[in-house]
Structures are given as structure tokens and as C-alpha cells.
């Protein structure tokens, strides 16, 4: 299996940004897709942006021009840069990985965003 932990929410003002890390440990020869969930109180969780092991990438709407997804294999990582926050991006960000040897998706517990206006 694959354990996940995020890092790098906090609270920060409209217009600014923050980058998110997530580390992945465990059986990390098998991650394919790594992606970021955005989950907003009281809504669905959203795909924020995701990245395949080839390099493909893709981005929410609301978030492209805003939002930068990288991965780095050798360290086993994940990021999200997040520029021009809004307070609509406020909501807690959930690291996600597709393991190719089990089929499953693994969850991290998530890092804490709030956008203040």
C-alpha cells in the first residue's frame, strides 16, 4: 500500500499563494496518476489538478493560470503551487495517488487552505 502526507495549507490573503507538498511512502513503484482533491464545506470533492507518470497533466478550470502541478519521481513527491488565491479556495486540499499494482486510490488527510478576503 501507499501512505500519504500532506503539507504546506494555511491561511493566507486573497491575491497570495501557497505551495502544497505531499510525500508518498511505501509501495511507490506502483503510483501512476498523482493528483490534488480540493473539499469545500458542504460541496463535492473536486479534482483540482492531476498528473500521469508520463507527464500529462491536467487542470480545473477554475484553477488553470493559477495553479502549477509537478512531480518529482525520484523524491517520491508532489506539488501544487497555488498563486492568486481566492476565497473560493478555501477548503481542505487532499493528496491522491493510483497504485497500478492494486488498482486502488490512496488518500492523504489532507492540509488546510483559507483564503481570507
Known amino acids: 500500500q501507499v501512505q500519504l502526507v500532506e503539507s504546506g495549507g494555511g491561511l493566507v490573503q486573497a491575491g497570495g499563494s501557497l505551495r502544497l507538498s505531499c510525500a508518498a511512502s511505501g509501495r511507490v513503484n506502483s503510483i501512476g496518476t498523482m493528483s490534488w482533491v480540493h473539499q469545500s464545506p458542504g460541496k463535492q470533492r473536486e479534482l483540482v489538478a492531476g498528473?500521469?507518470?508520463?507527464?500529462?497533466?491536467t487542470y480545473a478550470d477554475s484553477v488553470k493560470g493559477r495553479f502549477t502541478i509537478a512531480r518529482d519521481n525520484a523524491k517520491n513527491m508532489v506539488y501544487l503551487q497555488m498563486n492568486s488565491l481566492k476565497p473560493e479556495d478555501t477548503g481542505v486540499y487532499y493528496c491522491?495517488?493510483?497504485?497500478?499494482?492494486?488498482?486502488?486510490?490512496?488518500w492523504g488527510e489532507g492540509t488546510l487552505v483559507t483564503v481570507s478576503s
Open positions: 491522491n495517488v493510483h497504485s497500478t499494482n492494486d488498482g486502488r486510490d490512496y
Open positions: 498528473i500521469f507518470s508520463g507527464g500529462s497533466i
